[in-house]
T-cell receptor
């Protein structure tokens, strides 16, 4: 089955700096890669996603890049703010939006991001 | 946006009792819902896939007789933890697959503590 590794497990940055979280996956058939933000005691919230036919996607301060050949994808947060502090999870699946496949996600191990003032 | 509601948000029970957690898609229909378990400071682990009108599909290592799943309608799936023990204490999270758009929406989670 799919295996997703995520690094680093903790990341501390100064407010205004950039943060980068990296994930690798094992199953070359995976084609959908979402990123989730989870605040303490809450469910995960989708912040950005990318499909395998795209190499990069950006939404304001958040961007995701995908390297299919190397089977890794990264989350980039620019101009970090204290409210960005949370646990971030990457995930991979063979199904994605509108493609069926059940969206059976395999999650990475999570990154605790702390944005310091 | 689409909302998935879980109830209860937290529950404390005695060892040996059963606990039911509900997952509802409030403004959309979902033929498929997923149940995850998350231990403190760990990732989400998929327990089972809940399919409306049919039996759930359980992941390897998850006891189907202990974690009963019922998906009786297009907006409701329930997870019942039977004969709960302290090691079942965890954060249980559901997600629902929008029947039309294929988007996946997560609930806010249910914290189970077994004494």
């Amino acid at each position: 089955g799919e295996n997703v590794e995520q690094h680093p497990s903790t990341l501390s940055v100064q407010e205004g700096d950039s943060a980068v979280i990296k994930c690798t996956y094992s199953d070359s058939a995976s084609n959908y890669f979402p990123w989730y933000k989870q605040e303490l005691g809450k469910g995960p919230q989708l912040i950005i996603d990318i499909r395998s036919n795209v190499g990069e996607k950006k939404d304001q301060r958040i961007a995701v890049t995908l390297n299919k050949t190397a089977k890794h994808f990264s989350l980039h947060i620019t101009e970090t703010q204290p409210e960005d502090s949370a646990v971030y999870f990457c995930a991979a699946s063979k199904g994605g939006k509108l493609t069926g496949g059940g969206n059976k996600l395999t999650f990475g191990t999570g990154t605790q991001l702390k944005v310091e003032l | 946006g689409a909302v998935v509601s879980q109830h209860p948000s937290w529950v404390i029970c005695k060892s040996g009792t059963s606990v039911k957690i509900e997952c509802r898609s409030l403004d959309f229909q979902a033929t498929t819902m997923f149940w995850y378990r998350q231990f403190p400071k760990q990732s989400l682990m998929l327990m089972a896939t809940s399919n409306e009108g049919s039996k759930a599909t359980y992941e390897q290592g998850v006891e189907k007789d202990k974690f009963l799943i019922n998906h009786a309608s297009l907006t409701l799936s329930t997870l019942t933890v039977t004969s709960a023990h302290p090691e079942d204490s965890s954060f249980y999270i559901c997600s629902a697959l929008h029947i039309n758009t294929g988007e996946l929406f997560f609930g806010e989670g249910s914290r189970l503590t077994v004494l």
